[in-house]
Structures are given as C-alpha cells and as structure tokens.
C-alpha cells in the first residue's frame, strides 16, 4: 500500500516564525503536491513538483515555497507565518502510471497565533 | 482550465442509491473526470474515475453523458459510512498531474 506521511498532525506556531511542513511518500512517486484545505473553499493547491528539484506553483503560491531534494520527500515552508495561514494542509503524491490516482497524507492542522 | 460545478450538500437513506451529480462543461477530449471523496479528519481518497465510458468497480459506479459535460457518481447502497464530502475533479495539464479540487458535495447518509 502507498503511505503519504506527514510530520505532524497538529502544529502551532507564532507570527512571524518559520514553519516547515514535511511530507514523505514511500512509492518512488514522480508527483508530489501539497494543498491547503479551508472551510468552504474546498482543497486549494499551493505547489507541486513533478521530479526532484522541479517546482510549480499552484494556485495560491503566495506566502509559501517548497522544497524537493529527494523524490520520497516535499517540503512546504512558511518563510514568515501568518495567522491567515491557519489551515488544514494535505500533501499528495501520484504515480503517473495507471489510475494516476492521488494518494493524500493525513494532513496536518496548523495554527498561527 | 475545466472547472467542475457540484450541488452543495445532499442526503440519502440508508440502503438506497445514492447519485451525486457533477457538471464539467468545458470538458477538453482527453480530460478524464476523477471522483474522491473525504471522510471528516482524512485525507482524500480516490474512489473511480473515466473518461467517457461508464466504469464501475468496487465501490461505486460512474455515468458519464455522451457529451461529457456531466456525469454522475453512484453508491448502489449507501451505508452510513458513506458520509463525506465528494469531490467531482476534472484532470488538467498535459504532461502533469495538476487536479483542481472544488468545494464536493456533502453527503449525509440518513439511517
């Protein structure tokens, strides 16, 4: 079975810090994507990378950057955190081949206080 | 980009058939249409997808039209488990995997 791992299921942080959400897949997936999750808006992606060092911006970038030095590993950074930046954030990971199903995280619910 | 339009929230009785609509109507030929759905505090789970014949599998079935403007997914007999948000998502890019997810419809099923 593919497992999608992320760091922490809950985190809180402080305005203004540095946050690094880690996420890890163990299926030698190409694609890796992390999007944030707000009620009534449905899953929105930030970024995704399609091979290692590779990245493209999602839909809404702003505030956030990531990272991927290693295939099995994506990595979203929040440079300077703000409380608009509380959400629910879910990584995701896609084989390319076959269903090219999406397999989520179980996400990790940040606060920014 | 095909964007996908879903009803809000929907209620099923236990045991029944539960049809969740979804409307893509600027559907490009080679986009396939992807349902997931999301159990409160998960991660989304793939649940089937097509691209314009109708496909079946384990857990539910979908309907695509012939125009592939809309399509429905079915849960023969919805169970109370069933409860979650789904997702109708059109699959965008060539060459990349960029889905856009909307907002789903809420299911609730009702014993």
């Known amino acids: 079975d593919v497992k999608v791992t992320q760091s922490s299921r809950y985190l809180v942080k402080r305005t203004g810090e540095k946050v690094f959400l880690e996420c890890v897949q163990d299926?030698?997936?190409?694609?890796m994507f992390w999007y944030r999750q707000d009620p009534g808006l449905g899953l929105r992606l930030i970024y995704f990378?399609?091979?290692?060092?590779?990245?493209e911006k999602g839909d809404i970038p702003e505030g956030y950057s990531v990272s991927r030095e290693k295939k099995e590993r994506f990595s979203l950074i929040l440079e300077s955190a703000s409380t608009n930046q509380t959400s629910m954030y879910l990584c995701?990971?896609?084989?390319?081949?076959?269903?090219?199903?999406?397999?989520f995280g179980p996400g990790t619910r940040l606060t920014v206080l | 980009d095909a964007k996908t339009t879903q009803p809000t929230s929907m209620d099923c009785a236990e045991g029944r058939a539960a049809n969740l609509p979804c409307n893509h109507s600027?559907?490009?030929?080679?986009?396939?249409v992807y349902w997931y759905r999301q159990i409160h505090s998960q991660g989304p789970q793939y649940i089937i997808h097509?691209?314009?014949n109708n496909e079946t599998n384990e857990m539910a079935s979908l309907i695509i039209t012939e125009d592939r403007k809309s399509s429905t997914l079915i849960l023969p007999h919805a169970t109370l488990r069933d409860t979650a948000v789904y997702y109708c998502i059109v699959r965008v890019g060539s060459g990349t995997y960029k889905y856009i997810f909307g907002t789903g419809t809420r299911l609730k099923v009702l014993a």
């Open positions: 299926m030698d997936h190409e694609n």
């Open positions: 990378s399609y091979d290692v060092k590779m990245k």
């Open positions: 097509g691209l314009k």
């Open positions: 600027t559907i490009s030929g080679n986009e396939y």
């Open positions: 995701a990971s896609i084989s390319g081949i076959g269903k090219n199903e999406q397999f």
